[in-house]
């Protein structure tokens, strides 16, 4: 039985705080950088203030994480301009797509659809428990017909890292 404010609890990505602060900081330090040397070469104008700052909050939303969020039944992504969010108790497909950016695409009945980097959820283990307990009831139900056995693989790799991490730490290995 599910308490009422069940549905609230969120579980959100540990080290968006620290990406979101470097990406900041990153984007602040060209603006300052750019502005300080057009300042010196003494060509500094009011229309190239406003054209190094846009340049500065471009980066910055380039270089801004998504935050990865998720609850009972749901798992969000909020990128710069929109929010997405699928339900992983009712997922129809998980795919995922290797290469140089590795990630997840998860698709949902509703018709929902969302990308998602794997290490995030490596990273996570209460995002990974919200996503892997969706996709439990998502197989229960019948509703997810491609991918179960790509989050296995997924699931299977999260635990060996971790057991590989526990053995580092206790000097085992």
Same mark, same amino acid.
Do not use: K
């Given at each position: 039985?599910? @308490? &009422?404010?069940? @549905?609230?609890?969120? *579980?959100?990505?540990?080290?968006?705080?620290? %990406?979101?602060? $470097?990406?900041? !900081?990153?984007? *602040?330090?060209? +603006?300052?950088? %750019?502005?300080?040397?057009?300042?010196? *070469? +003494? %060509?500094? =104008?009011?229309?190239?203030?406003?054209?190094?700052?846009? $340049? &500065?909050?471009?980066?910055?939303?380039?270089?801004?994480?998504?935050?990865? =969020?998720? +609850?009972?039944?749901?798992? *969000?992504?909020?990128?710069?301009?929109?929010?997405?969010v699928v339900h992983t108790d009712t997922l129809t497909t998980v795919r995922r797509y290797d290469g140089v950016s590795s990630h997840l695409v998860l698709r949902d009945t509703y018709g929902h659809r969302l990308e998602l980097d794997p290490r995030v959820l490596a990273a996570n283990p209460l995002i990974w428990h919200?996503?892997?307990?969706?996709? @439990?009831? &998502?197989?229960?139900? +019948? =509703? $997810?017909?491609?991918?179960?056995?790509?989050?296995?693989?997924?699931?299977? !790799?999260?635990?060996?890292?971790?057991?590989?991490?526990?053995?580092?730490? !206790?000097?085992?290995?």
């Amino acid at each position: 039985m599910r @308490r &009422s404010d069940d @549905r609230w609890a969120r *579980a959100g990505d540990r080290h968006w705080r620290g %990406s979101a602060r $470097l990406a900041a !900081s990153c984007a *602040a330090l060209f +603006g300052a950088m %750019s502005l300080l040397v057009d300042w010196d *070469a +003494g %060509s500094l =104008t009011p229309p190239r203030v406003v054209l190094w700052l846009g $340049l &500065s909050a471009a980066l910055l939303t380039v270089l801004l994480p998504p935050r990865v =969020t998720a +609850g009972p039944g749901w798992l *969000a992504v909020r990128g710069p301009f929109r929010r997405r969010v699928v339900h992983t108790d009712t997922l129809t497909t998980v795919r995922r797509y290797d290469g140089v950016s590795s990630h997840l695409v998860l698709r949902d009945t509703y018709g929902h659809r969302l990308e998602l980097d794997p290490r995030v959820l490596a990273a996570n283990p209460l995002i990974w428990h919200e996503l892997d307990t969706g996709v @439990r009831r &998502s197989v229960e139900r +019948g =509703t $997810l017909l491609q991918g179960a056995d790509v989050l296995d693989r997924l699931g299977h !790799s999260i635990d060996d890292e971790a057991a590989r991490a526990v053995l580092r730490a !206790s000097g085992l290995s």
